[in-house]
């Protein structure tokens, strides 16, 4: 691991882990031995990181120099805190891991008694896994495609069974309780199509950008659907 990804990681391990976080733990976390542990702290210390405690104690983030102070009401609080833990809901375990991280960071920059408040959160989110086969693709490797708007090749399985191969370019991906969907530009059919992300076989990148392409086809999907609305409203 390189070595700025490996201080950002032990930053995140500060910001999400109940402290204090041995040294132990912080060492296996971030793949280093205890003694290199230690001169990444002090290099953190360094920088401007606040961390209490020493070696055989543990460590504590008591100031995060990367994130400007900000402040919520307790309800904001609460409302972020529920958005977190309904991403279990979708099966993307990459995704909900992100927003574990990006709210750890946000409640590390808390001021006064709001982190807390944070910690003694009343409201919870519960919900059953998604109720749908897992996609066999790699997810992150899907959203790669999608941001930078590379055009990729798909093995794809219908409704009806009949597989097929096309070359596709990706504009965005649709969570649901029952589906995982895929709004992409297909250029077999010349036309937009929703894919069931987990009747996708096999992904692979082509390499072809589309990035020209991708702000004129998302107005004109959203044109198509504006008209199909007032098509159906006007049919009532």
Not at 87 to 101: K, N
Not at 130 to 157: K, N, Q, S
Not at 187 to 203: G, K, M, P, T, V
Not at 218 to 229: D, K, L
Request: charged share 25%; with cysteine; proline share 6%.
């Amino acid at each position: 691991m390189a070595r700025t990804d490996r201080l950002m990681r032990l930053m995140d391990m500060l910001r999400r882990l109940p402290p204090p976080v041995t040294a132990d733990r912080l060492a296996q976390e971030t793949g280093v031995s205890q003694r290199q542990l230690y001169r990444d702290i002090a290099t953190l210390r360094a920088g401007g990181a606040l961390i209490d405690g020493e070696a055989g104690l543990g460590y504590v983030l008591t100031e995060d120099p990367a994130l400007p102070p900000q402040s919520f009401s307790r309800l904001e609080i609460e409302a972020l805190l529920m958005a977190v833990q309904s991403l279990d809901r979708v099966g993307d375990a990459a995704l909900t891991e992100a927003a574990r991280a990006a709210m750890a960071r946000i409640i590390a920059t808390l001021p006064g008694d709001q982190p807390r408040q944070a910690l003694h959160a009343i409201m919870r989110s519960f919900s059953p896994g998604p109720d749908r086969m897992p996609p066999v693709i790699d997810l992150g490797a899907l959203r790669r495609a999608c941001w930078e708007e590379e055009a990729v090749r798909i093995t794809y399985t219908d409704l009806k069974g009949e597989a097929s191969e096309r070359v596709i370019w990706p504009l965005g991906m649709s969570y649901g309780d029952r589906n995982l969907l895929l709004l992409a530009h297909c250029r077999l059919r010349q036309d937009y199509r929703l894919f069931h992300i987990n009747r996708i076989a096999r992904l692979e990148a082509t390499g072809e950008s589309f990035r020209p392409q991708r702000v004129p086809l998302m107005r004109a999907y959203r044109q198509s659907r504006v008209m199909e609305g007032a098509c159906r409203e006007g049919a009532l």
